[in-house]
Nanobody, 123 residues
Framework: VQLVESGGGSVKAGGSLRPPCAAS????????MGWFRQAPGKEREGVAGIHTGGGSIIYADSVKGRFAIPQDNAKSTVHLQMNSLKPEDTAMYIC??????????????????WGQGTQVTVS
């Protein structure tokens, strides 16, 4: 599975971004797609995940009510809809895919496929 993110950028606090993550290759092996983020000097944090078959969704407490993870009808692309952005949301945002039944824990150890990341900066 190959994952490609795009659509990051710089926005002012309170703004929005909606980066997509496109999956290709053996996408039948996907069980879940998720978004992680990593800020300089901090550990990687799971932000949101979606079960691509059943549609179950999980969010980190830090983004609940502000972020969403919609997927397209073909289920090959998921977005990270980020609203009401705050400076503390500044990070590299990385898309990942998992075949693990533990995907809902948003533990990066359970995700075997990773994109290259897209930078989000909130000022």
């Amino acid at each position: 599975v190959q994952l490609v993110e795009s659509g990051g950028g710089s926005v002012k606090a309170g703004g929005s971004l909606r980066p997509p993550c496109a999956a290709s290759g053996n996408t039948a092996s996907r069980y879940c797609m998720g978004w992680f983020r990593q800020a300089p000097g901090k550990e990687r944090e799971g932000v949101a995940g979606i079960h691509t078959g059943g549609g179950s969704i999980i969010y980190a407490d830090s983004v609940k009510g502000r972020f969403a993870i919609p997927q397209d009808n073909a289920k090959s692309t998921v977005h990270l809809q980020m609203n009401s952005l705050k400076p503390e949301d500044t990070a590299m945002y990385i898309c990942a895919a998992s075949r693990s039944g533990r995907w809902y824990l948003l533990d990066d150890a359970d995700f075997g496929f990773w994109g290259q990341g897209t930078q989000v900066t909130v000022s």
